[in-house]
């Protein structure tokens, strides 16, 4: 069988569905944002993730500072997901020999950034040499109160979904920079793409920001999530994953998804359309959670953060509520890098 058939998601569930831990120090181990351990008077969560150029990031048009600094955010926005801090990265790198020292003190300064500007500490990894190019495996350490870890597996019916921010941006960025990657190649080295007026979705393509303060503004207002996970693979995916995760379903309203200016703009530019680039975009980084009913009012006073939808019985399905009225089964056509190759 060819691995892009079950695709990152389906090959984890086959290589991982019968693991059962033999450490009773083990919470929650595969099938969540991070695992979680049992460290005493706390839990540590700790999540990984692995980015390699040519599937991951393009170097002719991403700085490596900003690499740097996106694959410490993509790791902390995990920890924050599962509702904890992120306290210690790891960073393992893979390099190739077209690339200096330089080069990497660059892509360094990134990370050192983020673990500073996030309050984290950069405590150790390992480096390689690699044949195919740039490969960056970041390993992030956190913590969060005993039983307090938030889990895909707790909505219920009736919990509202929101989600923070607004969605579809960093996809219609990458579009812009392939676009203008595309036609630099063709038009020599003279060429100057023109990002005026576009500097957000450019900025949420490279360099991302964790919801460190979605989380402190749930805390302020008394709200713990029934379950939460971070848009990386789209919002279509990681709806489907807590409906298949908590046994239920969900209806989401596509007028309710917010979206910003400049991703519509970009959207009617490409000719796309843009609530499934919303959908199925992916790399937001942005908070997918459900909370039970009655903090709707909470929810109402929280800026930064949409209602789209509600938690229904497993038997109804996953649907998308139209603006006609219509529902429409949604399906997972968020990012999958083991089925980009289809």
Known sequence: ??????????????????????????????????????????????????????????????PLKHLGYKSAIVNFSDIY???GTPKQFLVSLGVSSRFTVEHIEELYSGIRLACQ???????????SASVTGLIISGTCIGEVEKGKAVKRSGAKPTDLICVSGDLGAA?????????????????????????????????????????????????????????????????SSELLHICKTSKVGCRVYEDRIPIDFQTAMMAEEFNMNLVTAALNGGEDYELLFT??????EKIDAMPGVTMIGYVTEESLGAMLVTRDGADIPIVAQGWNSLAANE
């Open 1 to 62: 069988m060819e691995i892009s058939k079950l695709g990152e998601f389906g090959l984890i569930d086959r290589l991982t569905s019968d693991l059962s831990p033999v450490n009773s120090s083990t919470v929650a181990g595969v099938g969540d944002d991070a695992a979680v351990i049992d460290s005493g008077d706390h839990e540590t969560l700790v999540t990984t993730d692995l980015l390699l150029e040519g599937v991951h990031f393009d170097i002719r048009y991403v």
């Open 81 to 83: 997901a599962m509702g």
């Open 117 to 127: 500007i996030y309050g984290v500490d950069l405590v150790g990894g390992d480096t």
């Open 171 to 235: 996809y219609m960025g990458l579009q812009l920079l392939e676009r203008e990657n595309r036609v630099a190649a063709e038009s020599g080295a003279d060429f100057q793409p023109d990002f005026a007026g576009k500097e957000y979705i450019i900025e949420r393509q490279l360099k991302p920001e964790a919801r460190k303060d979605i989380i402190e503004l749930l805390k302020q207002h008394g709200v713990t999530p029934t379950a939460m996970m971070d848009v990386s693979d789209g919002l």
């Open 291 to 296: 909370v039970p009913l009655v903090e709707k």
